[in-house]
């Protein structure tokens, strides 16, 4: 009687240990489910590097997480497109790309400062509006170097990252949006 009770205990005590460390994995197993666009690897794999998400209790926790890191993914892009643009045997095509795409992306990092504020005041249908629109930058940008025959796109695997960020970040608002 005494020993079932004593596991007992010990089982709901791991199930809760588990459960908490386990907020980021979930989350992002969950988001990756509901969109096949989402990779799970790259979910875990880029979130864990912030501190803040082994902290995280809940999936509202990993909301900011994953719009930091997208800002500051849009921010290290800009400077990735800085650097490429110092380059002067650029074609004038590839060139002015390049420049839209640094609007676009300066666009992007606004668009997520206030969906995070859009978030904290729990106003989710607003924080989905401007997380989608920053998302669109992301595909605007590449598709703008396919409408040249010839070019190739030098942020295509920038693109692809800040894309699958801002959708985690969707997923993640939803999932907080569902609770
Ligand atoms: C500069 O741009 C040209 C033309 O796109 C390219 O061939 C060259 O490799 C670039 N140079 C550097 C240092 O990236």
Redesign the pocket.
């Known amino acids: 009687m005494k020993n079932s009770l004593v596991s007992a205990i010990v089982f709901f005590y791991l199930l809760i240990v588990s459960v908490r460390s386990d907020v980021l994995s979930d989350s992002c197993r969950k988001a990756a489910k509901g969109n096949p666009i989402i990779k799970f690897d790259f979910c875990v794999s880029f979130l864990k590097e912030n501190p803040k998400a082994k902290s995280a209790t809940g999936v509202a926790d990993l909301v900011e997480v994953v719009i930091e890191t997208a800002i500051s993914n849009a921010k290290s892009i800009g400077s990735i497109i800085s650097k490429i643009l110092s ?1 002067n ?3 004038q095509y ?1 060139r002015s790309c390049l420049e839209d795409c640094s609007e676009l992306y300066t666009d992007a990092g606004s668009d997520l400062s206030r969906g995070e504020q859009a978030f904290e005041g729990k106003d989710y249908g607003m924080a989905n509006t401007v997380v989608s629109a920053a998302m669109e930058a992301a595909v605007t940008c590449e598709d703008q170097f396919k409408e040249k025959k010839g070019v190739v796109s030098p942020l295509t695997k920038e693109n692809k990252v800040f894309f699958q960020l801002t959708a985690i970040s969707l997923a993640f608002i939803n999932m907080v949006q569902k609770l």
Do not use: E
């Open positions: 380059n045997s650029l074609g590839v």
